[in-house]
């Protein structure tokens, strides 16, 4: 798949993450929500549907389904799996060592720059988000470029790019 068209944010996932995740949202637009209906249609038969605690139970999972479905829809539809150059710039689908300023290598921390829903197929890294204040500050930027970007508390913070590595499913 190719980045996205659509008018709405794109969202980097890796080609395994949006296989993995095009496979669980086809098992709760079937099976899951096949479940949760049957259990509405059994809860209807018993009758008085207002102190039917078994009914609103399985409405509720219904909606929560399905709303957790919609996302999903909607991440999938508006993400792209482009493998990034390997050319040590920072973007969606690279793995991001950095160390604060000051700091000795040693203390360097590395995170994958993409979709927060690449958490799990992120081989135990950090995600962090482009919109991400550390994120969008390191977009676009270089192995060896020191960046400033504000923190949550208001304070300056400078890091320095240890490397830029392609993400590898």
Same mark, same amino acid.
């Given at each position: 798949?190719?980045?996205?068209?659509?008018?709405?944010?794109?969202?980097?996932?890796?080609?395994?993450?949006?296989?993995?995740?095009?496979?669980?949202?086809?098992?709760?637009?079937?099976?899951?929500?096949?479940?949760?209906?049957?259990?509405?249609?059994?809860?209807?038969?018993?009758?008085?549907?207002?102190?039917?605690?078994?009914?609103?139970?399985?409405?509720?999972?219904?909606?929560?389904?399905?709303?957790?479905? $919609?996302?999903? +829809?909607?991440? *999938?539809?508006?993400?792209?799996?482009?493998? =990034?150059? /390997?050319? %040590?710039?920072?973007?969606?689908?690279?793995?991001?060592?950095?160390?604060?300023?000051?700091?000795?290598? $040693?203390?360097? +921390?590395?995170? *994958?720059?993409?979709?927060?829903?690449?958490? =799990?197929? /992120?081989? %135990?890294?950090?995600?962090?988000?482009?919109?991400?204040?550390?994120?969008?500050?390191?977009?676009?930027?270089?192995?060896?470029?020191?960046?400033?970007?504000?923190?949550?508390?208001?304070?300056?913070?400078?890091?320095?790019?240890?490397?830029?590595?392609?993400?590898?499913?």
């Amino acid at each position: 798949m190719t980045q996205s068209t659509d008018t709405q944010a794109t969202h980097w996932l890796s080609a395994g993450a949006h296989e993995a995740l095009t496979a669980q949202l086809a098992d709760m637009r079937g099976p899951q929500l096949t479940k949760i209906v049957a259990e509405i249609s059994a809860a209807r038969d018993e009758g008085d549907l207002k102190e039917n605690g078994g009914y609103h139970a399985a409405r509720e999972a219904q909606g929560r389904l399905v709303g957790e479905a $919609d996302a999903l +829809e909607v991440l *999938l539809r508006t993400s792209f799996t482009d493998a =990034p150059v /390997a050319d %040590g710039v920072v973007a969606p689908g690279v793995v991001v060592t950095y160390k604060f300023e000051g700091d000795d290598d $040693d203390e360097a +921390e590395t995170f *994958l720059l993409g979709a927060i829903e690449m958490k =799990p197929f /992120a081989h %135990g890294l950090d995600v962090f988000s482009p919109a991400a204040p550390l994120g969008a500050a390191l977009l676009g930027h270089t192995a060896g470029d020191t960046v400033s970007y504000t923190g949550p508390t208001g304070r300056e913070i400078k890091v320095q790019i240890v490397s830029a590595k392609p993400f590898e499913d």
